[in-house]
C-alpha cells in the first residue's frame, strides 16, 4: 500500500467513527414544565444581520447550550467588542436574560410569558452585578419583537443618571432598535 491509500483509509476510518459517536449521542430535553417563551427563542438559533436606526451594520448569533437549557447570544455591532446575553426559562412563567455588556457590567432582566401567540417578549430590569459608581449606566430593558421565520427587532433601552450624579436629578434613557434577518447558508 501506498501513503496515499494508507491516508484515504486512515480519514474514511475516522469519519465512520466519528458518524456513529454522533448518532449514538444522547438528546438533551429540558426538564420540568415547558415554557412556552423560551421555546419561542428557540427559533433564533443560527446566524443573523441588520442594522441599528443610525445604519451601523450589526451580527448577531444563536446556539444553545447548557443541554439546551440556555440560549447564548454573540452581539457584535460593527468596530465595537462582541457582548454575550444568556437566556434561560425562570420556570414555566418568566423567561430570565443575564446581559454581559462592554460597559463591564451585568444586568438581569426578566420577562413574564404572555398568554396565547407570542408576537414579543419585554424584558423588565431585575438587577445589575458590577456596577461602577462612578459611570452609573446599564441596560435596563430588552424588548425582542418576531415578525417571522426571518425577521425580529431588539430594543434595548440604556439608563443612566445625570451625569453631575446629583441626587434628585433626572435619569436619562436612550433607547436603540436593531432590525435583523436570518442569514441564508
Not at 445604519?55 to 440560549?71: D, E, F, H, N, R
Amino acid at each position: 500500500m501506498n501513503a496515499r491509500t494508507i491516508l484515504a483509509t486512515a480519514v474514511l476510518a475516522l469519519a465512520v467513527i466519528a458518524a456513529s459517536a454522533l448518532a449514538g449521542e444522547p438528546k438533551h430535553e429540558m426538564k420540568g414544565p415547558p415554557n412556552p417563551a423560551f421555546e419561542k427563542i428557540k427559533m433564533l438559533v443560527g446566524d443573523w444581520e441588520g442594522k441599528m436606526e443610525n445604519g451601523t451594520p450589526v451580527t448577531v448569533s444563536y446556539a444553545l447550550i447548557s443541554g439546551a437549557s440556555t440560549l447564548m447570544e454573540t452581539l457584535g455591532p460593527a468596530k465595537e467588542p462582541m457582548m454575550v446575553t444568556m437566556y434561560h426559562a425562570d420556570g414555566p412563567a418568566a423567561l430570565l436574560v443575564t446581559h454581559y455588556c462592554d460597559a463591564n457590567n451585568q444586568p438581569r432582566m426578566r420577562a413574564k410569558v404572555p398568554s396565547g401567540e407570542i408576537k414579543s417578549l419585554s424584558f423588565d430590569f431585575v438587577d445589575v452585578s458590577n456596577l461602577d459608581p462612578s459611570d452609573p449606566g446599564y441596560m435596563h430593558h430588552l424588548t425582542l419583537t418576531f415578525e417571522d421565520a426571518d425577521h425580529f427587532s431588539q430594543e434595548w433601552t440604556w439608563k443612566e443618571k445625570d451625569k453631575e450624579g446629583k441626587e434628585g436629578k433626572e435619569v436619562k434613557e436612550v433607547k436603540e432598535v436593531f432590525r435583523y434577518t436570518r442569514k441564508k447558508a
